[in-house]
């Protein structure tokens, strides 16, 4: 399995030639409902190459962060996409032809290779969104993704899997609490998955923030709390944090 993180919650997930584009921000700036003095992210490194060959895009929301427009209109609109209710709204006005909506406890069998189940993740308005669990078959390797720190309840009906993907560290506004709860989950969700690899989504990475929102955001944890952690607890789970826009690989143990 190859991943190559591109920053905020975008990522290329790689297994064997199947090649899948998660909740991807590519091109040009990040910013809800078009307000840019609100909150905006952008890349102090570019990327040149938007990835090609992409047999799946994979969406967990429908927010920009998760489903970004410019980057939506940059890619083929042939590509298959599965995705949240909201995500699966965003795609199809974009004219994308193949989309397939999950909602939590669905799940779908992608190209006999790879199996999806759609688990509830972060509440957002008067919807849950969602977190995947993959499994690819031909190698029964398997991954959990959810990156705003929401697992689902019974998170122990997921099992163990290789590699999760979630972040480690809280987002907090005033008032309305945590918008991202990964200081507070991530060690559980360690715990009950027993992953091989854990990466941490949701990180700044080579984004650059600005805006009212970026101001007063506080960020609550580390990758060194959490790598402490695991080791008080005695798991042999590896905390990697990827390099952006650089493909990582990662073996069967």
């Not at 790879?114 to 669990?133: K, T």
């Amino acid at each position: 399995m190859h991943l190559t993180y591109y920053g905020a919650n975008s990522w290329l997930l790689q297994f064997d030639e199947l090649r899948i584009l998660v909740d991807p921000w590519l091109v040009g700036s990040l910013v809800f409902s078009k307000m840019d003095w609100l909150f905006k992210g952008d890349r102090t490194h570019p990327i040149e190459d938007i990835p090609e060959n992409i047999d799946l895009i994979l969406l967990s929301q429908g927010l920009e962060d998760h489903a970004h427009r410019p980057t939506l209109q940059k890619l083929q609109r042939t590509i298959p996409v599965i995705a949240s209710p909201s995500g699966a709204k965003v795609v199809q006005s974009l004219g994308y032809s193949s989309v397939t909506a999950l909602k939590p406890g669905d799940t779908y069998l992608f190209q006999e290779t790879l199996e999806i189940r759609a688990l509830s993740g972060a509440p957002i308005g008067l919807s849950i969104e969602n977190g995947y669990w993959l499994n690819y078959r031909p190698h029964d390797m398997s991954l959990y993704y959810e990156p705003h720190g929401f697992p689902p309840s019974a998170l122990d009906d997921v099992g163990t899997v290789d590699v999760v993907i979630s972040p480690i560290v809280n987002l907090e506004l005033p008032l309305a609490g945590a918008i991202i709860q990964g200081h507070k989950t991530a060690l559980t969700i360690a715990k009950t998955l027993k992953p091989t690899v854990f990466l941490p989504t949701a990180s700044e990475g080579d984004i650059r923030y600005s805006g009212i929102l970026d101001k007063i955001l506080t960020v609550v944890g580390s990758d060194t709390q959490f790598k402490e952690s695991l080791i008080l607890e005695g798991l042999i789970t590896q905390f990697v944090s990827p390099e952006p826009q650089v493909a990582f690989e990662i073996s069967q143990p």
